[in-house]
């Protein structure tokens, strides 16, 4: 949490300054009027045992000056012509040693500040690709982020449902999936490297017909269908597009049915799986030849929404569906758990152990140098109903140096006191919960130990009708 104690200017020490800038004036003005009347009075008084004399500038005098013989005045002249010669000589010298030590500097800072990038980008040998899947115009479906490290010969993917309440694109946060609908091509990578707490390199955004189209540069994917798929027909019918079956041949319109479809009873993990056998049985069947490939995204234009240009984009696919085809590749789903209780379609947040798990496993060579960060994060959730009631605590929060993260609505409203939920009983989980329930202006009573948790936030917030902004 950031110093509540700023700096004030100290308006005692501005006043004596401007005491003593006044008392300076007077003591000049006075020097200066006793000066001239000295001097008037000097010049009017007789100057005794003084012969003849020369007045120089000023008014003032001299003694006499001795006449100087052409021998003199030009050993005189040249002495001072030999004084200016060492002056320019001593202060070009001086010139030409400054510039030489700013160009040592700038040189030296410059190799520090490589020196400085080089853990991250010499030792660093993986590259992250977030890739999303969406119908044009839709929230995306699903995601993946993908893992290639072309030195170590290892490739993964890490499977992200679309529920998952991300960091970063908005001050409240949003749903995963929402993040294709920002109109920026980076913003669903951007998102999610500030949520797991990783570096992403580049975003790959695919609909649902480009990956039709990859689909059909692979010659169809082999996948296991572990249910029918069922679709809507134009008259309003369910009909079943692609049935169970294991090992199957789908083409580019079967493969996105199966790769986006949920089951009325079914949770996003189920989407998830499918999604990732399309993903790996396309890279792993898409052409191997790297002209042949870049000649096939080209055609498609893959990366139309995409961060990285066609040929990088070839080359990270070439490797990592090279790895894929040698059985190396692993997939895994994201681990989360429900936001919420008791909604249908609660929202996602990372489970913190197997987030942990991820960062020292297949990301450990992806974590960025400043890591962990300091910044305290409140989720805070409306239990009253009131709308806009969550941006009041937002701006207490905000003024005593806390992170907000906006929870939306709670399961249920009504709610008379206000939980401030914090994640253990320490003495220093203890403490933040009361410093955050005096922030809000709610008693201390509010404070209470969950079990719920949340990767995204340090106290979780939700508000009752004793919160009065």
Known sequence: MSDRHRHRPDKKAGKSKAAKGETSKASASRRSRDGVSLADRLGDAPQRGAGPATVLPGGSKSRAVEPQSRRQLRQQREAERQKARQRWIVTGLAVLAVVVVGVLLVLWLANRGDQGAAPLEDQRTERTLTMTLAAAGDPAT???????????????????????????????????????????????????????????????????????????????????????????????????????????????????????YLGPDENEESRLARFGQVLASTTQRLPEQRDDLLAALDDIDATENATLNSESLADFLLGFGDVGRGGDTSYQSLPVKPLETGSRNPALIVEPEGLDRLRAGLLADSLPPDAGGDEIVVLVQNGVGTPGLEQDAAALLRDEGYGFFNGGNANQFGRDQTLVLIPDSTPASEALGEDVAATLGVPASSVQVTEQGSSIADVIVILGADFKP
């Open 142 to 260: 699903s995601g993946a982020l993908m893992v290639y490290d072309a030195d170590n010969g290892m490739a993964g993917a890490v499977l992200v449902p679309s529920r998952l309440f991300v960091e970063g694109p908005t001050p409240g946060g949003l749903p995963f999936g929402d993040t294709v609908q920002l109109g920026e091509t980076g913003a669903p990578g951007t998102s999610l490297a500030d949520t797991l707490g990783v570096v992403v390199d580049d975003t790959w955004q695919v609909s649902n017909a480009m990956l039709g189209q990859l689909v059909t540069a692979a010659d169809g994917v082999l996948v296991d269908v572990d249910t029918d798929i069922i679709a809507k027909t134009p008259s309003g019918q369910d009909e079943v597009v692609v049935n169970a079956g294991e090992g199957q041949l789908l083409g580019p319109k079967d493969a996105v049915a199966f790769a986006t």
